[in-house]
């Protein structure tokens, strides 16, 4: 059994000191570069056990502003609603999406009736017109952007203009209709394969799920081309979806600042991998596999 | 239910004709840019059926010459030797790879003896010298290589000097350990997340799933950081993996050639979405992301 990227413990050597890997370089970074999320900035959905009754939490953060805030002021409304509580993942594509809500919200006369007060949110909200800065840039070449780096701890595209959020693995958008406004935010879809990022500045990007995405990514798949699954008993029930604020026993999390040193040395290391397994680096990463590392707070 | 990109069917106007769609090419392309898969560079990988009793068939392309032929040479001799079957997939890590062969492999008084005459396969395979051409290029920028484009089919990356095949959802690559000639093309994996394009020429890409990817991508992922299941009675059997001409009743498959005027026409509205649901497409599409349509055969 070989388990490529178990890499082996950088021997001693008597010649060179061993450059930090780019998961050392996270291991030793110290507190202070570390950022604290709000728990009024997460969600927690609570999937129905699965089949050998282990329970299934996904562990969602809210996109900050200047980003898609209209969307995720609906979703604050919804989840503080419990809206989605009986409701379920009724749609699973591969390589695609996961996607949850109101099943039967096509046919009006089942659809669950949305919680007043939700906001007609214009399309103009998938950009943002400040071109917002971080610190730190991501210098790869990007394929849909002209350039793209981090911004409290989001991956984000740049124009000269204006900038936005990306899909990547694990990112939360909002699903619509063709009317660029028609979502409100209550039928939400998680990425599940490679970075679909054709859907930049078309989808409003509202979230990541920062713990638990095996249970949105590990489903079964519904039928092609759309994966909505064909009996509703495949459907996965949402037990509840609720802000952290109600969960008394959620850990804390942080991520690690994106305008610190150690991120730095964190993007260097993962663009050029110096491990003992690698033969070639890249010397290059793209946005959506420069991860952010995220972990509970000890 | 909101089902974004079930785009709707473009409605006849009486102004402009609708520009068809990246899926209406594809649908709408002459028989004669299609290229048959010759069953001889296919493997069938029959897992154990699901807990519903549904059969779970991969059917799996080998990559062609002048790309990780060392490799393949051996997989072809352990698929001819029945040497998979029995085994299992044993490690799924999300966002990563589910990998199979031989669990016990890595104790040496359990591990399955390999066939006779697999060859050790040097690292210089990673990377063909040939700058191997099609004539189709991919213009978007790539953050790991300074070109990309399309040999026979297959996504391959590019210097002034050599070509090699990339890390792709469903492509299929040889496990090693530290040491690069390490790996027979015993252990396999198939990449379930986001491209991990920095494997690119550090790993053997040998192949790709062309049809059944939902039961490797779906697999219960094992604990981290490794996705190694702790209980082998998580790990899915493989009845058999055979060489695709001992399956009587497999379907014969096409691929979309990469040198014809559909493919073309294909990666254009790819990276320029036109279609209603659209309202800034990108312009432009990453090699991963721009998928060769492969399909069953009339």
């Known amino acids: 059994m070989s388990l490529f990227f178990m890499l082996a413990a950088a021997a001693a050597s008597p010649v060179a000191k061993p450059v930090p890997s780019a998961g050392e370089i996270v291991a030793a970074s110290p507190a202070a570069d570390w950022q604290t999320i709000a728990p009024q900035d997460l969600l927690v959905m609570d999937l129905a056990s699965d089949a050998a009754g282990r329970p299934r939490r996904v ?3 809210l996109m900050p502003p200047p980003f898609s805030q209209g969307w995720v002021g609906n979703i604050r409304k919804l989840a503080g609603a419990h809206w989605w509580d009986g409701l379920s993942v009724y749609r699973v594509q591969d390589n695609w999406v996961s996607q949850w809500g109101d099943g039967e919200g096509e046919d009006k006369s089942k659809a669950k009736p949305l919680p007043a007060g939700l906001a007609k949110v214009p399309q103009e909200q998938y950009v943002s017109p400040a071109r ?9 070449r990007d394929a849909y952007a002209p350039s793209t780096g981090y911004f409290e701890g989001w991956p984000i595209a740049y124009s000269t203009k204006s900038s936005w959020p990306v899909h990547c693995y ?5 699903a619509r209709d063709n009317p660029p406004d028609s979502g409100t935010g209550a039928e939400l879809y998680a990425v599940i394969g490679h970075a679909p990022r054709q859907l930049d500045r078309n989808l409003a990007v509202v ?3 920062i713990e638990g995405m095996q249970h949105l990514s590990s489903l079964p798949r519904g039928p092609a081309p759309m994966g909505v699954y064909a009996n509703v008993e495949e459907r996965t029930p949402i037990v509840a979806l609720h802000p952290a604020t109600e969960v008394p026993d959620l850990p804390r999390y942080e991520y690690l600042s994106t305008t610190s040193g150690s991120f730095d040395r964190y993007a260097e290391a993962s663009a050029n991998h110096r491990e003992p397994f690698y033969v070639q680096p890249a010397g290059g990463i793209d946005i959506c596999n420069l991860k952010v590392p995220v972990r509970r707070k000890k």
Chains 1, 2 share one sequence.
Do not use: E, L, T
């Open 207 to 209: 979230g990541r799920v």
């Open 59 to 61: 562990v969602i953060q």
């Open 132 to 140: 917002v800065m971080s610190s730190q840039s991501q210098p790869s």
């Open 170 to 174: 694990g990112s939360i958008g909002v």
